[in-house]
Nanobody, 124 residues
Framework: QVQPVESGGGLVQAGESLSLSCKAF????????FGWFRQAPGKEREFVAA????????YYASSVKGRFTISRDNAKNTVYLQMNNLKPEDTAVYYC?????????????????WGQGTQVTVSP
């Protein structure tokens, strides 16, 4: 059992940066991968970025590539999402999720463990 806990959300203006953290409580295996998803009001939850726990391979949605960076600190059981040049359309609740497979997928139902989410609001 793994429990991800997100932190770092907040209110920023367009063009500013924000960093999210996801600390995972429980045992992590090298075959796991972490994903960040987000859900804006009135919209479906969507994939943002992912990273494999052992190799650190990264994957991004086209809407955030070049602006967001996902990274991990294995010693701290923590994954980060650095968000630069934020836009109002990035406003959403951001969720951290754990996948029990090193083959990254963007499908929500492939992620076994989910955090409660953290709100990110970007004003114009």
């Amino acid at each position: 059992q793994v429990q991800p806990v997100e932190s770092g959300g907040g209110l920023v203006q367009a063009g500013e940066s924000l960093s999210l953290s996801c600390k995972a409580f429980g045992r992590l295996f090298s075959t796991y991968a972490f994903g960040w998803f987000r859900q804006a009001p009135g919209k479906e939850r969507e994939f943002v970025a992912a990273i494999t726990w052992s190799t650190g391979n990264t994957y991004y949605a086209s809407s955030v590539k070049g602006r967001f960076t996902i990274s991990r600190d294995n010693a701290k059981n923590t994954v980060y999402l650095q968000m630069n040049n934020l836009k109002p359309e990035d406003t959403a609740v951001y969720y951290c999720a754990v996948q029990r497979s090193p083959i990254v997928t963007r499908r929500e139902n492939e992620h076994a463990y989910w955090g409660q989410g953290t709100q990110v609001t970007v004003s114009p």
